[in-house]
């Protein structure tokens, strides 16, 4: 729902009545305290310009815009890192001429507020004084750093839905992982589902990994050893630019060991029957996302292991000669990295680039 900030901004300049000024629709979606200030700000503007200003705090764009007003003005400040602005000339055209400038947020409250009323006061001067091609010179000079500068674009609403609902992204990687003392780094695959909430800030990701059969000799003894682990690990976004994110998780899964003794009988060595072992472990995880142009993203990720059994994976086979002592025994922290890319399957991705 929106909640109403005002319906008529006052005006104290001196000129036309108030039932003689033309009237601009603002919406805004922001921070209380940022919407405060904007309408500050914007109050100013319309004083300076002789306008009335209706203004609303939602969070959604109109569908429709009323049909008494000369211009609506859409800002949403939603966004950690931006501001998009849509100015819309309702005065010389019915269906909108629609012009759309997005700004990098830098320093604080005031300073954005103040530059995005810059550019709403370049685009009404604009509109007064019908004249198309002074808009797009006017808000090149009022707006500062430009992200984006598109004379046409997908309505609003469009727009903003492409980056709400559950997010869904598909990763692969290869993995590096240290398993134990007698092995060295061994290499394997993952792959892995994460699921997003609209936010992006919350997200569950399924993931499993395969580290083929390595040897792990333990004296004169020699096992041959393979993992297949398994997580499901809640993460949290810490940072959320448009090319750049980072997010941080702790859950836990299993690993399953599978180990086959080298075994020696008399003059013949022969790999022994494999003994499957289930460890359930905590595992804590950092990831790092570098989005590319389109729908794909490289990922870094960093997992760090804690087994929470201190099993044997297996031991010698029963008759056969092996020195004293476990075959395979994994470490209990055992740390991974893991490099590899993903792409989105929705718009609202972690892994999707920002709607422009």
Not at 260 to 284: F, N, Q, T, Y
Request: aromatic share 6%; hydrophobic share 45%.
């Amino acid at each position: 729902m929106a909640g109403v900030l005002g319906m008529l901004w006052p005006s104290s300049a001196s000129g036309a009545p108030d039932a003689q000024r033309q009237v601009v629709a603002v919406e805004v979606n922001a921070a209380d305290d940022e919407a405060g200030t904007l309408a500050v700000e914007l109050g100013d503007v319309m004083q300076h310009l002789d306008l009335r200003m209706r203004l609303e705090h939602r969070s959604e764009p109109p569908l429709l815009w009323p049909s008494d007003v000369l211009a609506g003005v859409w800002i949403d400040a939603s966004h950690p890192d931006r501001v998009t602005i849509t100015v819309i000339d309702l005065n010389r055209r019915p269906d909108g001429q629609r012009y759309v400038r997005t700004l990098v947020r830098e320093g604080s409250i005031a300073v954005f507020t103040e530059q995005v009323a810059q550019v709403v006061r370049a685009s009404l001067e604009s509109i007064l004084a019908v004249d198309v091609e002074r808009l797009s010179s006017a808000l090149d000079a009022a707006a500062g750093p430009l992200v984006v500068a598109l004379p046409e674009a997908r309505p609003a609403a469009a727009s903003k839905a492409m980056a709400t609902g559950v997010g869904l992204d598909f990763g692969a990687a290869v993995t590096e992982q240290a398993v134990s003392p007698n092995s060295g780094p061994i290499f394997g695959v993952e792959a892995a589902v994460r699921i997003s909430l609209p936010s992006r800030r919350l997200g569950l990701v399924a993931s499993g990994a395969y580290d083929p059969r390595f040897d792990a000799p333990n004296g004169p003894a020699i096992s041959e050893v393979s993992v297949a682990s398994f997580r499901l690990i809640p993460s949290i976004e810490l940072i959320d630019l448009d090319t750049f994110g980072a997010s941080l998780g702790g859950g836990g899964g299993a690993d399953l060991f599978s180990v086959a003794p080298l075994v020696v009988k008399g003059s013949m060595a022969k790999i022994d029957k494999a003994v499957d072992e289930v460890d359930p472990v905590v595992s804590g995880q950092l990831v790092l996302h570098l989005r590319l142009a389109g729908h794909l993203a490289l990922i870094m990720a960093f997992d760090l292991d804690y087994d929470l059994l201190n099993r044997e994976a297996a031991g010698p086979s029963k008759g056969v000669f092996v020195p004293p002592g476990p075959a395979f025994e994994p470490w209990r922290l055992r740390p991974m990295v893991a490099f590899g890319a993903c792409v989105p399957f929705t718009a609202a991705g972690a892994c999707a680039s920002p709607p422009q």
